[in-house]
Every structure is written in C-alpha cells, then in structure tokens.
C-alpha cells in the first residue's frame, strides 16, 4: 500500500502542494488525530478534488508536451488512479471515524466519572444524613429515659417520705401501749393514734373502692340518662291514653 502511495505520489507532480496523509505505525494501530489536522486535510481534499480529476489534469499536462522524461510514468491505468483516490479517500475516512469514536468515548467517559462523583456525594449526604437523624434520635430516646427514670425516683422519694411520715406514728402507738393506762392523756393521745391508724387503714382499703365506683360513675350517668329517657316515654303514653279516655268519655256524653 504505501508503494502504490509512493508511486502515484511520483507520478503527480500537483500532488506535491497537497500535505501527506498521516499514516499510522503498525506496532501503535491507528493514531488520533487532533482537530486542527482533520480541518487542514478536509480544507486540502476539498481544494485538490478527487484523485481522479487530478489523474485527469496530469494527463493533461503531460499530452501538451511541457513535461520531458517523465511522461512514461504518467501513463497509468485508470483503475490504478482511481484505486489509489479511494485508498486515499478511505484511510482519512477511516482516520477521521476513529478520531470522532475515540473523543465520543472520552466524552462517555467524562460523563460517566461525573455520574459517578454525584452519586457517591449523593450516598455519603444520604449516609450523613442517616446518621445525623439516629444521632438525634437516640439522643431523644436517651433524654427520655432520663426523664422517666427521674420520675420514677421522684416517686419513690415520695412513697419514702409518707412511709417516713406513718413510722413516727407507728412508734408512738408501740410507746403509748407500753406506757401504764392509768393516765388520761395518755388515753386521749392513744385514743387519737388509734384513729389516725384506722383513718390510715381505711384510705389504704377504701381509696381502691372509692377509684372503682368512680370509674363506674360513667356507666352509672348513661344508665340515668336512659332510665329519664324511658319515663318521659311512659310519660307520654300515659298522658296519650288519658286523652284517648276523654275523647271516648266525650263522644259517648254527646
């Protein structure tokens, strides 16, 4: 190939003015040619024509007879001319595809690293983000634990005081016992430990009780409410039969 390339470049004296075609090496395959290189070899194919016009052209050149010993060599076959055109025509076909295929792919590429830079910031916001809402939920759970554990002790300090509170008065009871029954005050005192104790027993027995009858004060006011609803009923109906027997009364006087 590059023989017949050499060739018909001998043979084309106007051939000269128009740049060589880039070959590629064998060992790399075929080079990438830059932007400004394509544009000059578009700019001088479309100057110089097709190789056939140009065949054509040097044979006219060489017939007016201003050429000397070089005229034998102009004598190519036409298919040979234009073989060699196409051959031309099809490496910078086949150059200027690759070169448009290989900056696609860079671009592809290029796209690709930023779709994959976005998603990875995308993933570690979304990790951020998960782990800034955890964060701030188990400090909630943790802050409500706290608060319940502080009621809870808050409660315990109170059930503690009043067991603090009904101590003394179990003392006293055991000392007014122990002490001789001769003595009135002593009676009196007695006799109102007694009834602190009892009126104590009774608030621990009778609290309950009282609870459940007001949680059943509800049921208690719809029953009420229903029984006035009946009376007014039979109300009426009595008052209706009442005026049916004077009706009655009324027609048999007339």
């Given amino acids: 190939m590059l023989s017949r390339v050499s060739l018909a470049a001998r043979a084309a004296p106007l051939s000269a003015a128009r740049p060589p075609l880039p070959f590629p ?3 790399h395959g075929f080079c990438l040619l830059p932007s400004r290189q394509l544009h000059a070899l578009c700019d001088s194919h479309k100057r110089l024509g097709p190789p056939l016009h140009r065949a054509k052209s040097q044979k006219r050149f060489n017939s007016s007879g201003s050429t000397s010993s070089r ?5 190519l076959p036409l298919g040979v001319v ?4 196409l051959l031309e025509t099809g490496i910078w076909l086949h150059l200027w595809i690759t070169t448009v295929a290989e900056n696609r792919v860079s671009e592809l590429r290029t796209e690709l690293d930023d779709v994959r830079s976005k998603l990875r910031d995308n993933i570690r916001d979304v990790n951020s983000k998960i782990w800034k809402e955890s964060h701030e939920l188990r400090s909630d759970l943790a802050d409500n634990v706290r608060s319940v554990r502080s009621e809870l002790a808050k409660i315990g300090r109170q059930v503690h005081e009043h067991y603090l509170e009904f101590i003394p008065i179990q003392h006293r009871v055991r000392s007014v016992r122990l002490s001789p029954g001769d003595d009135t005050e ?5 006799a109102g430990l007694q009834r602190e104790v009892q009126a104590v027993k009774w608030a621990q027995v009778e609290v309950p009780a009282l609870k459940q009858q007001l949680a059943e004060v509800p049921a208690l006011k719809h029953q009420v ?3 006035q609803a009946r009376l007014d009923k039979l109300e009426k109906q009595k ?14 006087l007339v």
């Fill in 25 to 27: 090496s064998r060992s």
């Fill in 71 to 75: 005229s034998s060599d102009l004598d």
């Fill in 82 to 85: 234009i073989g060699i055109g």
């Fill in 186 to 190: 002593t009676e009196v005192r007695l």
């Fill in 225 to 227: 409410v229903a029984l």
């Fill in 239 to 252: 008052m209706e039969r009442r005026r049916k027997k004077e009706e009655m009364a009324n027609r048999r």
